[in-house]
């Protein structure tokens, strides 16, 4: 075989690879998303002198804040999450309440936001309160800053009933379980060993399931079976043989630091939404979908987490070498698959026309945990499982339009 004829080849085998076809998914959306958006952007642009690309949305402008001080202040992944679940949640109520008062929504998304920011970064309360004077400020003695203002007050208003859901949310509640005595369930791999992480998040109340059970994972399978032997094996193979490319997949997905991984969801919703030329209701309802589905996949997975407590790769097997750290807490099922997966398929149902895009990466960031050697595949075929499920409750229960979106949960 001469040289061209075994390129051809090596060429043909990767083609065949899934890689390869979530690649090729996204570029045909891209090129499809690219084509039809370009339309769409001609269009408002003819209506607005404003740049549709650019979106400058008091919501977006907000959300690139919250993230701003959740990276300054290394909140950590969930209360990453839930800043931004319950800020946006806040955002999009306050805009529903404005949008009644016959008010414009920016001053209504504006003093929701920093309302809600200052309860979750009390130190920073005068720099957030004066960003929003700056705001306020820069609109001079014209009328619209009598509607701003107005619209501030209103959105500080609706901000301070979801503040007090937020307090109410059992977040704060002390974990009161013991760890398991089984040699063969999961044990902390830290050095020294540490408490798990976030055992009480099952408890906590959902935004749009009734309880983080309510999706439970289905049992996992004996450790002793021949199917988890067989992802085991998998985790292994990877370890031993581990590519540059899945180091990088694996790194780029860790989110351990800046504004998380809901940070760095919140970052694709914004391009999305400025991509399309999204207006300021549509901003806010796209982000608060986004955020409460992650908040509430985070839930779901910790309830099934701490029923089934099953270990780590590295704790069945020590010679698996890792890529990335090893959260603090079990396997089974996979948060990044969960909550990837839910906002996926939230993100594609709120954009058809990018053809699947946001859920390809949710796939890949769920591949990322197996190449990183902290995951089995079970974890990620229950957690997409499972993210399917929320999805689809998420989607079918939506956010009203005429009234404020109360949470569900008990």
């Not at 075989?1 to 998914?25: F, G, K, Y």
């Not at 804040?65 to 290394?74: E, F, G, M, P, V």
């Not at 009598?146 to 301070?160: I, L, M, N």
């Not at 990335?324 to 839910?342: C, E, K, M, Q, R």
Request: proline share 7%; net charge neutral; aromatic share 8%.
């Amino acid at each position: 075989m001469n040289v061209e004829s075994r390129r051809t080849s090596r060429l043909d085998a990767w083609l065949r690879t899934p890689r390869a076809l979530a690649i090729a998914i996204v570029a045909a959306a891209l090129a499809t998303g690219c084509a039809q958006q370009a339309a769409r952007n001609d269009a408002a642009a003819m209506a607005s002198p404003a740049s549709p690309w650019a979106a400058p949305t008091s919501t977006v402008r907000w959300n690139d804040y919250a993230c701003d001080l959740i990276a300054r202040n290394q909140v950590g992944q969930f209360p990453a999450l839930r800043t931004l679940a319950y800020t946006n949640l806040a955002i999009n109520n306050a805009i529903v309440v404005a949008r009644a008062k016959g008010l414009r929504p920016e001053g209504a998304a504006s003093g929701a936001a920093a309302t809600m920011l200052m309860f979750f970064f009390p130190k920073d309360e005068q720099v957030i309160a004066a960003r929003l004077s700056g705001e306020t400020a820069a609109l001079g003695a014209t009328g619209y800053r009598g509607d701003f203002s107005a619209g501030v007050e209103v959105g500080r208003a609706t901000a301070a009933d979801v503040v007090a859901w937020a307090k109410a949310d059992r977040a704060a509640v002390a974990w009161t379980g013991t760890l398991p005595s089984d040699r063969a369930l999961w044990s902390s791999r830290s050095q020294p060993a540490a408490p798990p992480l976030g055992p009480q998040l099952g408890a906590m109340r959902p935004f749009f399931l009734a309880t983080a059970g309510e999706i439970r994972a289905a049992p996992p399978p004996a450790l002793s079976s021949p199917e988890f032997k067989a992802t085991l094996a998998e985790v292994r193979t990877i370890s031993d043989g581990r590519t540059y490319e899945q180091v990088r997949i694996a790194q780029y997905w860790e989110n351990l630091n800046g504004s998380f991984g809901a940070g760095a969801w919140n970052q694709v919703a914004r391009d999305a939404i400025s991509a399309h030329g999204l207006g300021e209701a549509d901003s806010a309802r796209v982000l608060a979908l986004v955020h409460m589905a992650g908040f509430d996949a985070n839930l779901a997975s910790h309830e099934s987490k701490y029923v089934y407590w099953v270990p780590r790769p590295t704790q069945v097997d020590p010679e698996i070498r890792l890529a990335i750290g090893v959260p603090n807490h079990p396997s089974y099922p996979s948060n990044h698959a969960i909550i990837s997966g839910s906002v996926g398929r939230v993100l594609d149902a709120q954009f058809p026309d990018m053809h699947g895009r946001y859920y390809v990466m949710a796939r890949e960031a769920g591949e990322s945990r197996i190449y990183g050697g902290i995951h089995y595949r079970i974890d990620l075929d229950e957690g997409f499982r499972m993210a399917d499920k929320l999805a689809q409750r998420v989607l079918e229960v939506g956010l009203p339009a005429d009234r404020p979106f109360v949470p569900r949960g008990q």
